[in-house]
């Protein structure tokens, strides 16, 4: 009988224990704790010479990575790779090539295709990371293997999906031309939208074949009417302006209607214009134009800090009327400021001074 009663007050003492444990042990499992992914550090180990940092995976096996390379050169990098072997993968173009320098200054944000048709939340991915490169030595691509990666798939968002393509040109009148001669700068065809922005001297200066959607007669910003051609008549006999344009295809997701945000300053002595605006949602893709009319001596462009962007074109007239385009990838959301700033302060004339943003959210 005591053997019996010790018998049935070990179980009853225990039996709990155990099932506690049990259900702990179930819970943990359905949150994935003993999942392969839970053991996965997400990594990118770069081969000697380059850089290849914080990436992140998505569902769809996107991948968005932090790369740079420190050579003995200058590395153009056109197109992205990813394998899950160390066979030769398919490459990627880039919407746009990649500069980068030997000192890792400008290590910046890239994005390339895992092999993968779907990607379940938390499953890690590992393989190997290759560039398609050029040098200025040799313009023939080279094909390297250039880092181990172990991402885990830890959004369905867009992040790391790739950015719409985009062209650019730009085109400058130095001195003094004729009456009515119009300024133009044709952007490489084949996008759904072009942008173009100018900076000019005189008042009479006007747009011929954009519509504005900031700006005034000095310094302005807006979208083609039609065609690719960013067209500016100088409607005074003496003049000079400055043009810039870019070509954009908002495919992977992304739309062809923007919001805009424009700031302009017309003053004898303020000598900067800055302009803040808001991205909405996460990934948008930014484009910022500014422009400096009137008298503008010299000017420079301030990028809003954290947000992953790029001076892309600048053209520059030769009394220093000037207009520039920038571009951020994969901007988080939040507000920022794009600033223009210039040293004519003090001039006795007017500098007229534009900056404006172009916001494209992912659909």
Known sequence: MVKSQSAMEYLM?????????A???????????????????????????????????????NVLITLGQAGSQTITVTALGC???????????????????????????????CPIVSQVLGTPFAGYLWV?????????????????????????GIVGAP??????????????????????ATVPSGASLYLCGVGSTYGSSQPANFVIDA?????????????????????????YASLVG????????????YTVSSSLVVSQYVDSSSVAYTVSEPDSFVVL????????????????AGAGCQQQQYQVASSGIASYIATCSAQAAGSYTFRIDTTDGGNPYNAVMLTSAYVFAPT
């Open 13 to 21: 003492t225990y039996g709990w224990a155990i099932l506690i444990i």
């Open 23 to 61: 259900v702990v042990l179930a819970v943990l499992f359905q949150l994935g704790v003993f999942s392969s992914a839970s053991f996965t550090s997400t990594s990118c180990t770069a081969q000697a010479g380059f850089l290849c940092a914080h990436p992140i995976m998505n569902t769809t096996g």
């Open 83 to 113: 394998s899950n072997s160390t066979a030769e993968p398919s490459f990627v173009s880039l919407p746009k090539d990649i500069v980068l320098t030997p000192d890792q200054s400008n290590a910046t944000s890239a994005v390339f295709q």
């Open 132 to 156: 398609e490169y050029t040098t200025p030595d040799q313009s023939t691509p080279s094909y390297e293997m250039v880092a181990t990666l172990t991402a885990v798939a830890s959004t369905t």
């Open 163 to 184: 950015k719409p393509s985009m062209s650019f040109v730009s085109a400058g009148v130095n001195a003094y031309q004729p009456l009515n001669n119009a300024l133009t």
């Open 215 to 239: 700006g005034n007669s000095n310094a302005e910003s807006g979208h083609l009417t039609s065609g690719n051609e960013c067209t500016y008549t100088q409607t005074y006999s003496a003049g």
């Open 246 to 257: 870019i070509g954009l295809k908002p495919s992977n997701g992304y739309t062809t209607s």
């Open 289 to 304: 134009i500014a422009a400096c009319g009137y008298t503008c001596a010299t000017s420079s462009i301030t990028l809003p």
